[in-house]
């Protein structure tokens, strides 16, 4: 894991605590780690820049709570303003259109522009009951197109076929058609990944885009990108009048400071990150978890926005009081709190929403393997009801004989035996440093957050 | 027989023609779009030197994406050569950082031997659209041309159409491709490489699904994947290549390291460097876990492969 910017912060802000308030002087060495930290999350140095200039005059002008240390004054200017730069709540797309509402894809190559159509188009015949049309213009790279009618196909969404031979635009164009003749809502045009400085592909774009007159032109770039997201973008966004950006692959452990940075040269609200590969990998975007994201301090709120999504309620409150009242956590609630997380998209999703100060500690070897999970249950399954309560009893004959009921060799047993033991130090850690009590902090430091 | 991919780290010092090509295609592609660059750091070496100069070089180092602490450490080696030669200038200072670059950068020059074995088998790893699929079809070319007899691993059996997109680049290359209807990546890769033995081919490239580090699971069956390739052949695989866009920031080290630990690594391709990304991560790479880099990616085009050359590399980071 990267070095995270409340870890970086902590030194620096201890040297803050007693002092009285920010001046210029005392947060030289903040504002420092402030920038380095953002730079290593990928923000682009030009936006670095403009961004630490504009905390400066914020901290400096803020005369600090006598209930909040300078330090925590600061992680929560350094934090609102980073929201606030990231922009609004996504409100999804605008389909205020004549039907057919067009979209249209662009970006660099590899970057998830027909994973993402696939996606948007599932999103918007579940979620908005929209009647789709999807179409490839990508007539270069090989399969491109195959690859977009297999997504259609397994969505159920409607697919107009194209061939490599015809030319982009002509394709476009009789997509449109097609769209209007049979009453499509939505039509989704996917297009060929191409390199902002390619000229006959920039000059192909704005064509497509003159032809179809879209209400969403849709920018679609890798959380993993580096500083050149700012070069693309500009140029991009020179060329089409965007109207948002869809960031994929923020399922990985990038930062994601390209979030931050396109989202400062085009001006354009960023509409959806993709979390995922499969088609359900969507989400709309949250502009404060990406702040926490980039800032290195978890996806702490969309971990809880989650849980509480697919968890059942009474399950969840038995477990948090259990955690709060630093009781022994034991097999029976590592169990539920297993079947829990299958409903919430797997152990390794709620993982990577954790803070990294917590996950750290985890041993990911072997771990979080999802498809593991049918087996541990397996394994508590054949316990008794005394062995899962005091796991401590299970020696050698026990574990034979759980094995063999569950049918795993005896070593899985005892993987399953050590794996418990770490969720159980994690448990006891969240008690003490805790989730609860890290959230109710993060509240008193970071003004207009959630609790 | 095949010197155009065996040449010793001392050849590059005279680029080959095809390098040439590439970095005058670079430099013209790029011209329009550096020449906006707020930070372009040939421009740099003009005046004399103080702090403010060294801070913006240490900039335009970290718009490269050399990163913070690389950027950091070669502006702090630099001012201990600037003094030592008592260096005034800025523009004497241009061919010291060069050569620092390429004494960062040319350890990762190395020579590609697919002699060594038959089948000489390669696998390739890397993150979702990094570029593995397009390398092993343009690879495939290149040992062609130098008259390899090839076989391809339509190893991704999760993505739509991936097995397609590798069945058309066989086809571009009149390379034969081994699929399956079901089946995963390892039983795939196991039979390529049978069939390769069997039909006395020189090189099998074995493609596979992109993946994200922190999948878990998919780390695990790509380490599966090279336990059943040795399970085929003893020796293999050959090469383990993970395949890295040069347009990615940090999370590069992160990839270089979770892929070596997975499944130690023997190499890097670095893609898309025909765009305006300059890769400079690949110095930090360099310092802090380097791994030969075989070849580059300057485009989506069968030819558009080249052997890495530090100097040109370099030239291509400060130009
Ligand atoms: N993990 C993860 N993978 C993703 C996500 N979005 C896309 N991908 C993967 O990234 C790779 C590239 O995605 P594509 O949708 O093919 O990208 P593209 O922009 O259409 O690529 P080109 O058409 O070649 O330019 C594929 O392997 C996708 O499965 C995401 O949000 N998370
Ligand atoms: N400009 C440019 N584009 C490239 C280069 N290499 C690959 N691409 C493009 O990048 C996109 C992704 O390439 P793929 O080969 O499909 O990547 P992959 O790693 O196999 O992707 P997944 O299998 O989906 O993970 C395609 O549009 C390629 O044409 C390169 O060197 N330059
Ligand atoms: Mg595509
Ligand atoms: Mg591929």
Redesign the pocket.
Known sequence: MLDQLTERLSGVIKTLRGQARLTESNIQDALREVRIALLEADVALPVVKRFVEEVKTKALGQSVITSLTPGQAFIGVVHEELTKLMGEKSEGLSLLAQPPAVVL?A?????????????LAKWLKEQEKKKVLLVSC?VY?PA?IE?LKILAGSLQVDFLDSSANESPVAIAEKALDYARRHFFDVLIV?????LAIDEAMMTEIKALHQALNPIETLF?V??MQGQDAVNTAKAFGDTLPLTGVIV?????DARGGVALSVKEVTQKPIKF?????KLT??EVFHPDRIASRILGMGDVLSLIEDAQRHVDQAEAEKLANKIKKGLDFDLEDFKSQLIQMKKAGGLSAMMDKLPAQLTKNIPQQGGVDDKAMNRVEGIINSMTQQERRFPGIIKASRKKRIAAGAGVSVQEVNRLLNQFEQMQKMMKMMSRSGLTKMMRGMKGMIPGLRG | MFSFFKKSPKENTSPAPTQEGWLTRLKSGLKKTRDNLQNKVSGLFTGRLNDEWFNELEEALILADVGVKTAQLLIKNLKIKAKEERVEEAAELKPLLRSMLIDLLSPLERSFDPDRAKPFVLVFAG???AGKTTSIGKLAQHLKNHHYSVLLAAGDT???A?VAQLVAWGERNQVDVITQEKGDSAAVIFDAIQAAKARQIDVVLADT????PT?LHLMEEIKKVKRVIAKADPSAPHEVILVLDANTGQNAITQVKAFDEALQLTGLIITKLDGTARGGVVAAIAGECPKPILFIGVGEQLDDMQPFSANSFVDALIE
């Open positions: 894809m970006g660099l190559q590899g970057s998830g522009k027909t994973t993402s159509s696939g996606k990508d790279r491109a690859q996917d297009t060929a990944g191409r679609v890798d959380a994929t692959k923020l399922d990985g990150v993709g979390t995922g590969e990998g969507l | 993150v979702n659209g999760f993505r739509a991936a699904a992109g993946r994200l999948q």
